[in-house]
Every structure is written in C-alpha cells, then in structure tokens.
C-alpha cells in the first residue's frame, strides 16, 4: 500500500489557496532521506553526497539539502548559477558534464567545483576555458560492454555516450598530473533507478578495483571516488525499497577488501543521488475535470505529460491514489489523460482505481525527482507552481505557476498581451 504524505483533509485547505495542478514536496521526508543516507555511510569520514540538481532544481529543496551537509552536482551554466545563489561553494560543489560548453567550464572553474570530466580531450578544452587545470579533478569512467550484477544485464555502458575507456583514464590522468593536478577522482553512472541494493557495492568493486590500480599505474593521489546516482526507489506497490544503511555496508566491505589493503584508506566516497533523495518525496497533484466513456474509460486530469513526463516518455509507471478513497475498491479500469494532441499523453493506461468522480484529485506518486523538471511547454501547456510541506504541517509556495505572460516572454507580442 502506498500512501501519500498528505490526506485529502489537508489537500483541499491547500487547493483552496493553490489550484491544481501542482507539485507538493515534503520537507520531513527529504531530511528523513538525507539523514538515512549520511548514517549508511558514516563510516566513510570523507563521504559527501552531492545532490543531483537536474532531479528538483528548486532553491527551498537544495537548501535543505544543503543544511542536511548535501553538496549539489550540476551540469549546466544555469544548474551552477543556482547552486551559487543556494550557497554552494568551492568543492560543495560538483561539476559532471558532457558536450560541454567552455563558458561552463571557465565558469564551474571561477565557482571552485570539482570538475567531472567526460573524455580525454576535455583536459586541453578545459586548461583553455578555464586558463589552467584545477588542483583537484575528477574523470568519468566508462568500462564499456554490459554492466550485469548476477549475470543480469544492468544496463550497457558500451552504448553510453558518457566517460573514458580505462586506459584512456590512465593517459588522462598522467597528463592532468603533468599540467599540475594533485588530487584526483574517478566517477561513474552505469545503471539507473536499481532496486534489490547490489548496484553500490558492485559498482564500488569496480572502482576501487580500477583506484587501486589507476594510483599505482600513475602515482597519483586518488582523493575520491563518486559512485553517482542510480539509487532507485519503488515506484511500484509490490517494488521492494532500497535498504540504504545495507548498501552503505556493501559498499563499506568492499573497501575493506579492496582499498584499504591497497593503502587507500583514506579514500572519500561521493555520491549524486537524485531520485532516491526527491523521488519519494514529491506528488503531483491534479484535479479530475473529465470522464469519457468510448472503447475504453478515460479520465482527464487538468495536468499533462508537461508536468509529468516519465510515463510518456520511459513508460515510466506512477502509482495513483484518489484522495478520499484510499479504502474504496479499486474496482474500475481506467485510461488517466493529460489533455496534451498526443496519445501518449497518458499517466497511466489499464489501471485499477477506485471510481472516480469529477473534482476529485488525483496524487501522482513519486514525482518528487525527474518530475517538475523534465517538464515542457508542449502544446502551450504551463508550467504548475511548486509547493512544500514544512515539517509544521504549513505550505510554502516556492514556486509560483507559470502564466501566459511567462510563456510569451521570449517573443515580442506586444498589443497582444
Ligand atoms: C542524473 C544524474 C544523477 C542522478 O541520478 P538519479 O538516477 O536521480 O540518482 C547523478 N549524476 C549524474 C552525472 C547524472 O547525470
């Protein structure tokens, strides 16, 4: 059973303020979140997670986050200019690009973030951009081929865009030493959204693995490794939940065995956990305005895959509970729409729920990562507001909804608007 964060009771005081569709994030359960991550891996005196920003890029989220002791990782000019007006600085500060732009670059460089750089060839783009190497840097490893945990194929980084071969990781790092690095990282974001808490230890095996190695091939200092994001959570019902404190003791045995023999004990594990941080933690919240009744049963909602893009673009499944029936039989079939020209435009498709009437609202679960974000203006379609649940049951805008004045703000339609 999965329940929402807020009861219907205290949905309709909030929609009497703020009208749907809107996405909701609970404070309580972020700190919850960030605290259980911090504790699985306090073992590790230097560990650090770096919040993926992409995931919830909201200045109210990241400085919770940030009092929590997160740092943010970012990947783009505007990701990092957020990340300076939230109060990250230096090496709080983590930069993991590809295709970079050298503007962002030469501006990662001035803020003090640890670069993540993703090929061999960003090293003299990067001394260019930003005048000079960092003392510290980090490179993205990509082993290639399939990445499998128990034979089972994970995902297939040969088909990645992302990070360097490992001897390319060799090569790399003799030249960043050579132009005056002298504390290096290595990072790597093979699988996504893993469940069954064997993808962190398996992963730390190959990196440590490859530290040991790296240091004693170019004797350089490895400072850090950053396993990255891929933490999953259960989107479904029947999904079993990460055991955080459990793979924080993967990872830690993995260590044991591996890097601290190799006289690397004072490795710092870093991590970018996006959805395992957020995703639990946001709903999207839409209203029911209509019903339809052809050759399957639909029901509209006044939010689209503008909102929402997962299940339109991955398939991606968002459990769905009707506020107020969360004990009445899910005894109907039910098509859940956008109003989006696009029949993809689907939050879900055959679902089971209890029979809804219009006006009755709909939490989307698990939007708090990947949600917001993703969103778009297909379609003329606006952006919702953002709100937060404070630990004190009150509500917070924070951020407002987007208005037609907001969508024609790039064009000149003057006399128009
Ligand atoms: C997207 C991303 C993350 C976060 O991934 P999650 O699946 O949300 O944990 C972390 N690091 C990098 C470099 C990413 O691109």
Redesign the pocket.
Known sequence: MKKPFVTAKQLESIIAQYPTPFHIYDEKGIRATARSLLAAFKWNPGFKEYF?V??TPNPAILKILKQEGCGV?C?SLTELMLAEACGFEGHEIMF?SNATPAEEYRYAAQLGAII?LDDITHIDFLEQAAGAIPQTICCRYNPGGDFTIHNQIMDSPKDAKYGMTREQLREAFLRLKAKGAEHFGI?A?LA??TLGGEYYPVLAGVMFEMAAWLQQETGVHIAFINL?????IPYKPEDKPNDIAAIGRGVEAQFKAILAPAGMGDVAIFT?????ML?PNGHLVATAVHEKHIYKEYIGLDACAANLMRPAMYGAYHHITVAGKEDAPADQLYDVTGSLCENNDKFAIDRMLPKIDIGDRIILHDTG??GFSMGYNYNGRLRSAELLLREDGSVELIRRAETPEDYFATLDVTGII
Not at 228 to 232: A, K, R, W
Not at 272 to 276: C, D, P, Q, T, Y
């Open positions: 993926a992409k995931a990782d990947s993991s993540n990072h974001f996504s959204n990255s994001g891929g933490v999953g970018e956990l996006g959805r395992f995703g990562a990947h």
